[in-house]
Structures are given as structure tokens and as C-alpha cells.
């Protein structure tokens, strides 16, 4: 128990800590990791370590292969975003790339599932990653994903001034001696190493760098420096909460921790948009 809950811990404070990021370099409370293609390549990598794992012997333990596969498949998207962001300096394009790519990896992640079919315990294990669980946490792996997550975390931290300036503005902040390429090149870093270590660890978890986030600057603020460690912390409440309604959810067998969180995220956040356009009106 106590690992599951530091591993709940883990993964809701890694993907919100990237949410807080991609949100602040975007300037957009609707932005999350997904937006950039890391969250779907993670999750391709590691899929494709589930189906060779099952299929081949491998020299190393299923959990160690498996988080080289998710930082592998992190890093490859990490590379193809920043040749576009070297190759553009307008954001929009970096954004675009990012989602196009995101696409491009969810299928062949379908591709990596369907060829796993004939296959009953390969196919059940591609898909319980991809929705999402805990149950496949063990100390080697969170050993090996903690200092990604951490690292990501206390870097994120230290650009926290400069995404308090980019909030003004482009143009702004580099009036003020920002720095743009460069800060936009070090978050993608860090968001990557954020969600890789989050992905190794849970799988395909929604909605967690999305609503956190949103709920957390409602509450103290858009201080990167304040709003990062708060969101370490309550994204890891917010996961552990829905893994806790996992277990007790009357189902037969226990429902993936991704549909968990997908279902309480949705209605929270389309809640918190609707009562921020109110808010809108009543100004």
C-alpha cells in the first residue's frame, strides 16, 4: 500500500507539474502535456516495451525496460518538437507540430495494440497501460522515474520567473530581456521529463495536467514559484483520491485509473469553465 500510494503520489504530482508548465508557456488555462506529443509517445514507447517484453526475452527486468521505453518514446517526441520550435519561432507552429504528432503516436499505439490481439494476456496488458493503473508499480521502477520526476519538477521551478513575465506577453517579455526560444526549449525539456516518468509509472492517465492546474490558479494565483509545488501536491492527492475510488467501486474486476480520473476531471473542469464564463458575464 504504502508504494502505491508514492506512486499515486508520483505520477498526479509529475503530470500536474507539467500542466502548470505547458499552461504558463502557452498562456492557455487549456493546454496540457498532451498538446506537445509527449504524453502519447511516453505512452508509445511504453507500449512497444509491453509487446516486446511479451514476446521476446529481454536482458534487463520488465520494469526497467519498461521506463526506458517510456523515456525513449518522451525523447522522441522531445526531439521532434524542438527541430520545429529551432525551425519556427512563432508558437502557434510549435503547438501544431505538437498536436499532430500526438495523433500520429495514438495510432500506432492502436497499430501496437491490434497486432497484440491473437495474443489474450499481451492485449489485456497493452490495454490496462494504456488506460491507465498502478498495479504494475514496483520500488525498481519508481527508483529509476523519481529523480526524472523530481529533476523535472525543481527545474520547472527555477523557470518560474520567466513564465510569470511571458504571461504579459511575447512582445513583453522580450522587451523585458526574455529570452523566448530559450525558454520555450528548456520547458519542453522539463514537461518531457515530467510526463515520461509520470506515463513509466500509471500509463495513460487524463485529465490530471488539465484540471489541477485550472483549479489550483483559481485558488492562489498564476506565481509559477507558488503554483508548481502546490500542483506536485495536489495532483498527487488527485490521484491517489481516484485510485482509492478504483478499489471501491462496485465492478466486476477494477476499473482503469484513466477512466477514473476522465470521469471526475471532465465534469470538474467543464464546471470551472462554465463558472468562469458567468463570472465573464456578470463583469
Do not use: Q, R
Given at each position: 500500500r504504502a508504494l502505491r500510494l508514492a506512486a499515486a503520489l508520483v505520477v498526479g504530482g509529475g503530470l500536474a507539474m507539467a500542466g502548470v508548465l505547458m499552461q504558463g508557456l502557452f498562456r492557455n488555462p487549456l493546454a496540457d502535456p498532451g498538446v506537445i506529443g509527449t504524453n502519447a509517445g511516453a505512452l508509445l514507447g511504453?507500449?512497444?516495451?509491453v509487446l516486446v517484453g511479451g514476446t521476446v526475452a529481454l536482458p534487463l527486468p520488465p520494469s526497467v525496460m519498461l521506463a526506458m521505453g517510456c523515456i525513449g518514446?518522451?525523447?522522441?517526441s522531445l526531439a521532434v518538437v524542438l527541430a520545429v520550435a529551432r525551425a519556427s519561432r512563432d508558437q502557434v507552429t510549435v503547438l501544431l507540430a505538437g498536436v499532430v504528432l500526438s495523433m500520429l503516436f495514438t495510432g500506432l499505439g492502436a497499430a501496437v495494440s491490434a497486432w497484440a490481439h491473437n495474443h489474450w494476456e499481451l492485449a489485456r496488458a497493452l490495454m490496462a497501460f494504456s488506460m491507465g493503473s498502478?498495479?504494475?508499480t514496483d520500488g525498481t521502477l519508481l527508483l529509476?522515474?523519481?529523480?526524472l520526476?523530481?529533476?523535472g519538477g525543481l527545474m520547472g521551478w527555477s523557470w518560474g520567473r520567466q513564465?510569470?513575465?511571458l504571461l504579459c506577453g511575447e512582445e513583453e517579455a522580450a522587451s523585458l530581456g526574455i529570452d523566448l526560444a530559450l525558454v520555450r526549449r528548456w520547458i519542453v525539456v522539463w514537461v518531457t521529463l515530467l510526463v515520461a516518468g509520470s506515463v513509466a509509472i500509471g500509463g495513460g492517465i487524463a485529465f490530471v495536467g488539465l484540471v489541477v492546474p485550472h483549479v489550483l490558479r483559481r485558488l492562489i494565483g498564476v506565481t509559477h514559484r507558488r503554483l508548481l509545488p502546490?500542483?506536485?501536491?495536489?495532483?498527487?492527492v488527485f490521484v491517489l483520491v481516484c485510485d482509492i475510488a478504483v478499489r471501491l467501486l462496485p465492478t466486476q474486476g477494477e476499473m482503469p485509473l484513466g477512466v477514473v480520473t476522465g470521469l471526475i476531471g471532465a465534469p470538474v473542469f467543464l464546471w470551472l469553465i462554465l463558472a468562469e464564463r458567468r463570472t465573464e458575464v456578470l463583469r
Open positions: 511504453g507500449m512497444v516495451m518514446g518522451g525523447l522522441m498502478l498495479d504494475a529509476m522515474v523519481l529523480p520526476v523530481i529533476g513564465l510569470d513575465v502546490m500542483a506536485a501536491l495536489g495532483g498527487g
